[in-house]
């Protein structure tokens, strides 16, 4: 059975600061991973879609990798700001139906 | 650009009492799903629907929930008499294909009591 382990569970970090949020799953036969943005009381914004057979994707300040022979991904994000501040989500797609196996999250907080 | 909507965005109904949340998933998707999220929890995943029909449900989904496609453009999740433990956020998403990008609504927020 898929699990999916997200760490830290929270970030706290000065404005400026380069980050990097994990993720590891214990079945590495996925089909994809996809990283979310939750905020407070929302829905969940896809940032990143790494499929399996990709090592990275990119976007903006947003740089995902996906190692799935260890079953890790990470986020990275660089020269973080105030509006980033939010609960990151990673969740892989392992079944043939297209079904999400979600990560608990991390909820970053980036002070000015 | 294109999104999934989903009404209301937020619902209170007595338990015990039917509800239907609703969802229009971007109109070129053939992959539907319904997700919910436990206050402080996962988000976890309750059914995937594909060709008017289900295609894969979790432990969660049972007798009490059905799933419906009533036209070309609505997909409609209904719990037949609500439980206090069914207070949570509904997610509805769609993808164009099974292992292309999922695309997520606001969000219902269903509050039994």
């Known amino acids: 059975k898929q699990e999916v382990t997200q760490i830290p569970a929270a970030l706290s970090v000065p404005e400026g600061e380069n980050l990097v949020l994990n993720c590891s799953f214990t079945?590495?036969?996925?089909?994809?991973l996809q990283w979310f943005r939750q905020d407070p009381g929302k829905g969940l914004t896809s940032l990143l879609l790494?499929?399996?057979?990709?090592r990275e994707q990119t976007s903006g300040r947003l740089n995902a990798s996906l190692d799935k022979s260890s079953g890790r991904s990470t986020l990275y994000i660089a020269a973080s700001q105030p509006g980033d501040s939010a609960t990151y989500l990673c969740?892989?797609?392992?079944?043939?139906?297209?079904?999400?196996?979600f990560g608990q999250g991390t909820t970053l907080q980036v002070k000015p | 650009e294109p999104e999934v909507t989903q009404t209301p965005s937020h619902q209170v109904t007595q338990m015990g009492q039917e509800v239907i949340l609703r969802c229009v998933p971007i109109s070129n998707h053939l992959y539907f799903y319904w997700y919910r999220q436990i206050l402080g929890q996962k988000v976890e995943f309750l059914v995937s629907?594909?060709?008017?029909?289900?295609?894969?449900k979790s432990e969660i989904f049972d007798d009490q929930f059905s799933v419906e496609r009533p036209d070309g453009s609505n997909f409609t999740l209904k719990i037949r008499s609500t439980k206090l433990e069914d207070s949570a956020m509904y997610f509805c998403?769609?993808?164009?294909?099974?292992?292309?990008?999922?695309?997520f609504g606001q969000g219902t927020r269903l509050t039994v009591v």
């Open positions: 969740a892989v797609n392992s079944g043939n139906t297209g079904k999400l196996i």
């Open positions: 629907f594909y060709n008017n029909e289900i295609s894969e």
């Open positions: 998403a769609s993808s164009d294909q099974m292992n292309t990008e999922a695309f």
């Open positions: 790494i499929q399996s057979s990709q």
């Open positions: 079945d590495s036969a996925i089909y994809n």
